[in-house]
């Protein structure tokens, strides 16, 4: 069974940066396309970013140019990471990492595996 547990949720001031990650145990397959989604209190759940099996990133026009999606699979280690910068009060969601074994979409319902979340405010 595969498991996914975000960290580096916090509180930041509009401008600034965050690191996300996601720690999957189980065995993760690396083929797994592995996406972030985010939703704010109220609005519908958005996909953020993915990354696929082979390292093709893409991501919503919403942060183009500013949040970066990478990971770092091992023998030991499987994580996902989202780097956010120049982060807007926009941004503040709860943010959640997801894996799912067929092709990469910004479609939610591609993804079997789900974590708890991660909350970013950004706020003055």
């Known amino acids: 069974q595969v498991r996914l547990v975000e960290s580096g949720g916090s509180s930041v001031q509009p401008g600034g940066s965050l690191r996300l990650a996601c720690s999957a145990t189980?065995?993760?397959?690396?083929?797994?396309?592995m996406a972030w989604f985010r939703q704010a209190p109220g609005k519908e759940r958005e996909a953020v970013a993915h990354?696929?099996?082979?390292?093709?990133?893409?991501?919503a026009d919403s942060v183009k140019g500013r949040f970066t999606v990478s990971k770092h699979f091992t023998s030991d280690e499987e994580t996902v990471y989202l780097q956010m910068s120049s982060l807007k009060p926009e941004d503040t969601a709860m943010y959640y990492c997801?894996?799912?074994?067929?092709?990469?979409?910004?479609?939610?319902?591609?993804?079997?595996?789900w974590g708890q979340g991660t909350q970013v405010t950004v706020s003055s």
């Open positions: 990354i696929s099996g082979d390292g093709k990133k893409t991501y």
């Open positions: 997801a894996a799912g074994s067929g092709p990469c979409t910004l479609s939610g319902g591609m993804y079997t595996y």
């Open positions: 189980g065995n993760l397959y690396y083929a797994y396309c």
